[in-house]
């Protein structure tokens, strides 16, 4: 049956996907569901993920065509076996598998030597397309907090409330995820109103037809594209209008990061939403004030437990950033932004403080630098990374020992701010053309 | 007298040759100038709107911008010079020009010019090269230089500025290197001269790495082969996403 209508699928690049893949997928035929998982050496924690993915899909959509999708860029720990593991046979299902109605396929594909989480993302898609799901998921290979509700959590809004989108919201420490609630949700929220607290999700869930469209836009060729596929995604949901909502997934686990993954996790996120700008003025520059979207559970709650945070080092950082980055900062900053920054980071100043204004003015002017391309796009991003290390040191002083009610006071403030000052970014962005 | 008479004779026929062959050589060289100064007029007005019309196409590509990123408008207003838009347009206008009243110069038939104007149009596209290497070694120096700085920065490293300004003067020693070979100054002293500042270069940040950076060395082979603590380098314990 699957295979007599194969023909009428339209294949996304014919060159993209490899030929084995392409046959395990019309052994498949069409799904209902489907649940990627990009991976890259990640056998440690996948086995507990898909049993829980496994589980979910069971318990919750017995009676739905089911695949499990692995894009793997180059795993040399076994990762994709353990994943292609987890399908069952509905004849071998009774004996030592879990009993469903219906074969849950999982199938893995190798899309590169080394990883590229835009390339994985494209397989993904690309596998939805030509499966025809109707409801796909994406969940991250570090999320070990992911329990079976999460299938459905993020699954039904789409396959039975026609959601396009579902992004997670968390219950996070109040030290991490800074550079989210200081610049990509608030900045985010500013410029398209919409109160989306993880515009960078690695668990989400997509209808078929937002990941076709997706698919077809984005320029997958380009590599500089490719960056911050995940930001894009939902940036790309919100500029064509889809319908989107948040779920409420528990807690996020801490990651700890080395002070290099900084620069990356700007590429990806900040760069993404940057450039996303271009192509969406017409939408955000006539955006003001900013609405709630559709939201299950808690938009954000906060973890108070201590936590041992050098912030002498982020002010060393940051001021060090000032003095070494002047000549790169003139060509980006305007004279009386980066006169107040070189005012706050001189070191007889006590009381360090990198207020609300000044920081959206930064970020502003360095979106507006981004736009005009003053200098290198990927230089300006790595530009911002010491600035925001001041600001992180600010925010971090802030909240150190406020409530959970205390932390979301502020960052609401700031996501005011990013709203108020939106005129500014309007100003800088068509100055000088 | 009869002596005499044949003297005045033989003066006034050296004096009337010598005026004919002055007209002669007049009438010979006018045609030739009167060619020369149509072509070097003729050339002044190709060599103006050249001028203009590279000056159009270089505002619109925005060529001072990118010569902003390269360093290279640092330079001319420190040397007081006008914007590279500019300067390159006159450049074009005066080559241009300059080419034109060679080839006029060429027509009046100067025994040994000719050679010299023909070296000079062989010559004319080393120097064009030699700008084109000299302008993008610039930008070239000017992008990896702020790449540097900026990891430096970022990655916490001891003198970040110092390591930008050396990756910038590899670049510009090397880019210098390849204009003196073009145009073919000095080619042997400039080859010896940059063997000899390149290597010196390399050996004093051989040694620097060495002894004054022992513990940075240790460090970053202790990191990049896995056997350092695994506290080091963490972003106190701060997930940015």
Redo the contacts between chains.
Sequence with gaps: MAEARLPEVRLADETFLTDDFLRQLINVGEVDILVGVPTHNNAKTIGAIVEAIQAGILRFFPRQRAAIINADGGSRDGTPELIVKAAIDDARGRDSKPYTLRTLHSISTQYSSSPARGTALRTILSAAELLRAKACAVISPESTQITTDWLTTLLQPIYTEEFDLVLPTYCRHRSDGILLTNLLYPMTRALYGLTIREPYALDFAFSGRLGSQFLAQNAWHDDTAQAGSETQFTLAAIAGGYRIRQSFLGTKQHVERASADLVPAMRQTVGALFSSMEPSFSLWSTKTGSQPIPTTGAERECILAPLRVNRKRLREMFTTGIAELESVFQSILSPSTLAELQKIARPEEVRFRYSNELWVKTVYEFAAAFHKSVISRDHIIQALAPLFRGRAFTFLGENSNGSADDVEHNVEALCLEFERMKPYLLEKWNGGE | MESEVIMREMIISELTQAMQELTRGFAHILPRIIVLVIIAFAGWVVAYFLKVFLRSILRLIKFD?LSE?AGASALLTKAALPTATELLSRFAFWVAWLGFILLGVSVLGIFGLQEQIAKFFLFLPHLIVALCIMFFGLLAAS?FS??A????????LPS??LLSVSVRSIIIIFVLSMVFEEVGVAEQTMLVAFGIAFGALMLGLAIAFGTGGKDLAQQFLEKRFGRGKKDE?????????
């Design positions: 911008k990123s992008f702020r790449a700085l900026l990891a430096a920065v970022n990655a916490n970040p500025r380098g963490k972003e106190d314990e701060l997930s940015p996403l």
